[in-house]
């Protein structure tokens, strides 16, 4: 089955304590991105890859790293969260073409305190 | 910059009855959009999506949406909701110019949560 797996679903974690999100998907897609999803704001990129090796700054970067060193895999790290970082984040995979639809993981849902 | 509208942040509709989300969007040349449902819990699922061609798109689950270029408008209809259609949905605008780093990226809108009411 085609999919976005996510990991893990739920998150509490304190202020400065480094973590990871991980994200994998089984289509064999180029393009992965992450977005976070806030009440009123919709969904917002944080980083994107558009290969093995190429990574880069989405719309709302700060905070954020990620990497990508194997084409299914695009992990999330927050080396230093803080509690604006409380959020509902998603991964993202498509193929590199115009107007490709993104498949979505179950997201993450991260709480900082 | 691409940019995405829904002007609804909340829509109440009795079951069985028609259904209209409004999304308006920005973007310099033809738009790839996207109509995505977020069940509660659950991640985004693709509704529909326009390319080019008859602008007038069916979906998944009964759903349907008009692309109207003059008025920068995708909005999504459905002519008898179902209580089950209870979720939040999203419009998006994917990126069609030249230039192979625009694409895979979406922009959305921030989304309109639908109650239905039995």
């Known amino acids: 089955e085609a999919q976005v797996t996510q990991n893990p679903r739920y998150l509490i974690t304190v202020t400065g304590k480094k973590l990871t999100v991980t994200c994998s998907q089984n289509m064999n897609h180029e393009y992965m991105s992450w977005y976070r999803q806030d009440p009123g704001l919709g969904l917002r990129q944080i980083y994107y890859s558009m290969n093995v090796e190429v990574t880069d700054k989405g719309d709302v970067p700060e905070g954020y790293k990620v990497s990508r060193k194997e084409k299914r895999n695009f992990p999330l790290i927050l080396e230093s969260p803080s509690p604006n970082q409380t959020s509902l984040y998603f991964c993202a995979s498509s193929r590199k073409v115009a107007g490709a639809e993104a498949f979505f993981g179950q997201g993450t849902r991260l709480t900082v305190v | 910059a691409q940019s995405v509208t829904q002007p609804d942040i909340h829509i109440t509709v009795s079951e069985g009855a028609s259904l209209e989300l409004r999304c308006n969007y920005s973007y310099g040349a033809t738009p790839y959009l996207f109509w995505y449902v977020q069940s509660p819990g659950q991640g985004l699922q693709l509704l529909l999506k326009?390319?080019?061609?008859?602008?007038l798109v069916q979906g998944i689950k009964g759903f349907e949406a008009e692309f109207k270029r003059s008025q920068s408008s995708f909005n999504l209809r459905k002519p008898s909701v179902h209580w089950s259609d209870a979720a939040e949905y999203f419009c998006?605008?994917?990126?069609?110019?030249?230039?192979?780093?625009?694409?895979?990226?979406?922009?959305f809108g921030q989304g309109t949560i639908l109650t239905v009411h039995p």
């Open positions: 998006a605008v994917g990126a069609s110019g030249a230039g192979g780093t625009s694409y895979g990226k979406l922009t």
């Open positions: 326009y390319f080019s061609g008859d602008t």
